[in-house]
């Protein structure tokens, strides 16, 4: 099981603000992902990355950026913050089986973030 | 394109008994992977169990249980032996696999179950 973990928890910040969620694994592993979910709902990808200076936009179109410099990190930033950001962003990781098949996501807590 | 189905968008059941969770799902890739996903009330998403296309055995971890009809394209969950933790919402997933690797998670809307005393 991996050990991953997301910060803050919980956020509630003013429209316009800049924000970063934190998300880091200590595992190594060298896949990591950002999903968005609303209550209630299904998981959307927004965002995933490969390996270090790897970075992909997800199926769901997000105007969130991420940075992958480091294995261990994946921060999420929103440049403005707007209420209709305001949903659950859940980090995950996996590692590329080097026999085998199949790699299984951990995923953070999570992080709600409310933008009023 | 892929794609989860779960039609129960809720579930009882009494404490003790077995319960089972429909998934059915829909793919042109040969090469896949289903999950489950338990999530509390709390948010975090709980891995639960997984079965590859190519097993022929379904997948099995403690009291979960999946049960995989590859030419029916359903990976039903079954939980034996409730318990009120298992009151959660439960969610089915599936990956392409590529060169053995997992890609990207596509879920499905997920199956609140309640699980009385």
């Known amino acids: 099981e991996a050990d991953i973990y997301q910060t803050p928890r919980y956020l509630v910040i003013g429209t316009g603000k800049k924000i970063t969620l934190e998300c880091s694994q200590t595992m190594g592993h060298d896949k990591m992902y950002w999903y968005q979910q609303d209550p209630g709902m299904e998981l959307h990808l927004i965002h995933y990355?490969?390996?270090?200076?790897?970075?992909e936009k997800g199926d769901l179109s997000s105007e969130s950026t991420v940075s992958r410099i480091r294995t261990e990190h994946f921060p999420l930033t929103l440049e403005s913050a707007r209420p209709s950001h305001t949903s659950q962003y859940l980090c995950?990781?996996?590692?590329?089986?080097?026999?085998?098949?199949?790699?299984?996501?951990?995923f953070g807590p999570g992080t709600r973030l409310t933008v009023l | 394109a892929q794609k989860i189905t779960q039609t129960q968008p809720g579930m009882f059941v009494q404490e003790k008994e077995a319960v089972t969770l429909d998934c059915t799902y829909d793919?042109?890739?040969?090469?896949?992977?289903l999950f489950w996903y338990k999530q509390p009330s709390s948010g975090e998403m709980i891995f639960l169990i997984y079965q590859g296309s190519y097993d022929e055995q379904n997948a099995t971890e403690g009291r979960y249980s999946l049960n995989f009809q590859k030419a029916r394209k359903s990976a039903n969950l079954v939980i034996s032996a409730s318990q009120l933790g298992d009151s959660a919402m439960y969610f089915c997933a599936m990956s392409a696999l590529y060169g053995g690797a997992t890609n990207k998670l596509i879920f499905g809307t997920g199956t609140l179950l309640a699980v009385q005393p």
């Open positions: 793919t042109s890739d040969q090469s896949y992977g």
């Open positions: 995950a990781s996996s590692e590329t089986p080097v026999q085998g098949w199949g790699d299984t996501q951990y």
């Open positions: 990355s490969y390996g270090v200076n790897s970075t």
